[in-house]
């Protein structure tokens, strides 16, 4: 009973420390990638062959995919504001500002 309660106890600990780990990665790393410029300061934009992050406000940042950008969808003021990315088995279509970009080298 007493051993029953210590592995209750343990993985109780186990659950919240990754909680807190996914938490503060998602506050103190991830935020980095994002950038949060003002619309009319230049910033990078993905291009064809970039391997992204996509946000999902929905699912915690360890179920987050990624994928490939396969082809860019720029605005009339040739701003890229959509890219079709492959990921895994499929193809999405996902705005750029939920992207971040990964530096990944082949």
């Not at 995919?65 to 009339?76: A, Q, S, W």
Request: glycine residues 2%; aromatic residues 8%; proline residues 5%.
């Amino acid at each position: 009973m007493e051993a029953d309660l210590r592995i209750l106890m343990d993985l109780k600990s186990q659950i919240e420390r990754s909680r807190n780990f996914w938490r503060r990665w998602s506050k103190e790393y991830l935020v980095n990638f994002f950038q949060r410029n003002k619309w009319n300061s230049q910033i990078s934009e993905p291009k064809v062959d970039d391997i992204v992050l996509v946000k999902e406000d929905n699912l915690p940042p360890a179920k987050w995919l990624y994928g490939r950008v396969i082809e860019i969808h720029p605005g009339k003021d040739n701003i890229t504001r959509v890219v079709t990315l492959r990921c895994k088995n499929s193809l999405l279509k996902r705005p750029a500002s939920k992207l971040c970009i990964l530096n990944v080298k082949d």
